[in-house]
């Protein structure tokens, strides 16, 4: 009789002793290992300088690693970045969209640019109502928005894309109570589809609330790990704050 062994996922976002330093010499990030599996919401704490930001870019090839690699669904980003990039949707702190475009034209014209050509005007009105923008909304310039509706219309866009992975650079900074409430509820449907999520952010509380991977970075390596259901009954910030005392320790002895 043949024992059949269940298969493990296979990460959708993987970096391998990933590493950037910059010609000045400043090392951005130092062999950073991770996986972030389907269904998976990893989240990277740390603050400015911690190296959140230039994972992220590696991932995306905005930056080129010093060593190491990242990977997309298996594949290279600084290789083959434009058939990695097929497989992510990307979501920054300041969402770069056409301020004289409408909400539905934003959505429309990127939507085309990324190959679907085939989405309707209800199409872009039903995802913009699952993002939670109002419908009086929709066909309004983005140039009045605030900052919660433009990352609205950020995520509509990451939405319609269906790429298996989604990543977010500071995606609540500056957003109301609200606004992060019903971001964080989104991005609780999306791991829900099996999306796999690596957020960076400062937001410990909210980190806390939706993340089933916790880790703290800081300068360019990864201090901390674990699973958030390990961290549910310790105060998160106090734990934060003690990480990164016992690393100011080391790095100056």
Do not use: W
């Amino acid at each position: 009789m043949i024992n059949e062994i269940s298969k493990q996922p296979s990460p959708m976002l993987q970096t391998n002793n990933l590493t950037k330093r910059y010609e000045d010499g400043v090392l951005a990030l130092d062999s950073l290992t991770l996986e972030v599996n389907p269904g998976e919401l990893f989240v990277m704490l740390g603050g400015n300088g911690a190296g959140k930001t230039t994972t992220i870019n590696l991932f995306l090839n905005f930056i080129e690693p010093t060593s190491g690699e990242a990977s997309i669904n298996g594949i290279v980003t600084h290789k083959e970045p434009l058939e990695a990039k097929k497989h992510v949707a990307f979501v920054s702190e300041n969402v770069m969209l056409y301020q004289n475009f409408t909400a539905i034209q934003n959505l429309d014209f990127f939507s085309k640019i990324g190959g679907h050509s085939d989405l309707s005007r209800d199409d872009y009105r039903d995802v913009l109502n699952r993002v939670g923008l109002a419908e009086d909304a929709h066909n309004k310039r983005l140039k009045g928005f605030s900052k919660g509706m433009r990352q609205k219309c950020g995520i509509a866009i990451a939405i319609l894309k269906d790429a298996p992975a989604i990543l977010l650079d500071e995606p609540t900074a500056g957003l109301d109570p609200k606004a992060g409430y019903e971001f964080i509820r989104l991005l609780d449907s999306l791991r829900s589809e099996n999306k796999a999520i690596l957020m960076s952010t400062h937001d410990i509380f909210r980190a806390k609330e939706i993340a089933d991977t916790i880790a703290i970075m800081d300068s360019g390596r990864m201090i901390m790990k674990e699973p958030a259901a390990n961290l549910a009954d310790q105060n998160l910030e106090e734990l934060y704050l003690q990480y990164m005392a016992g690393h100011d320790t080391k790095a100056a002895g």
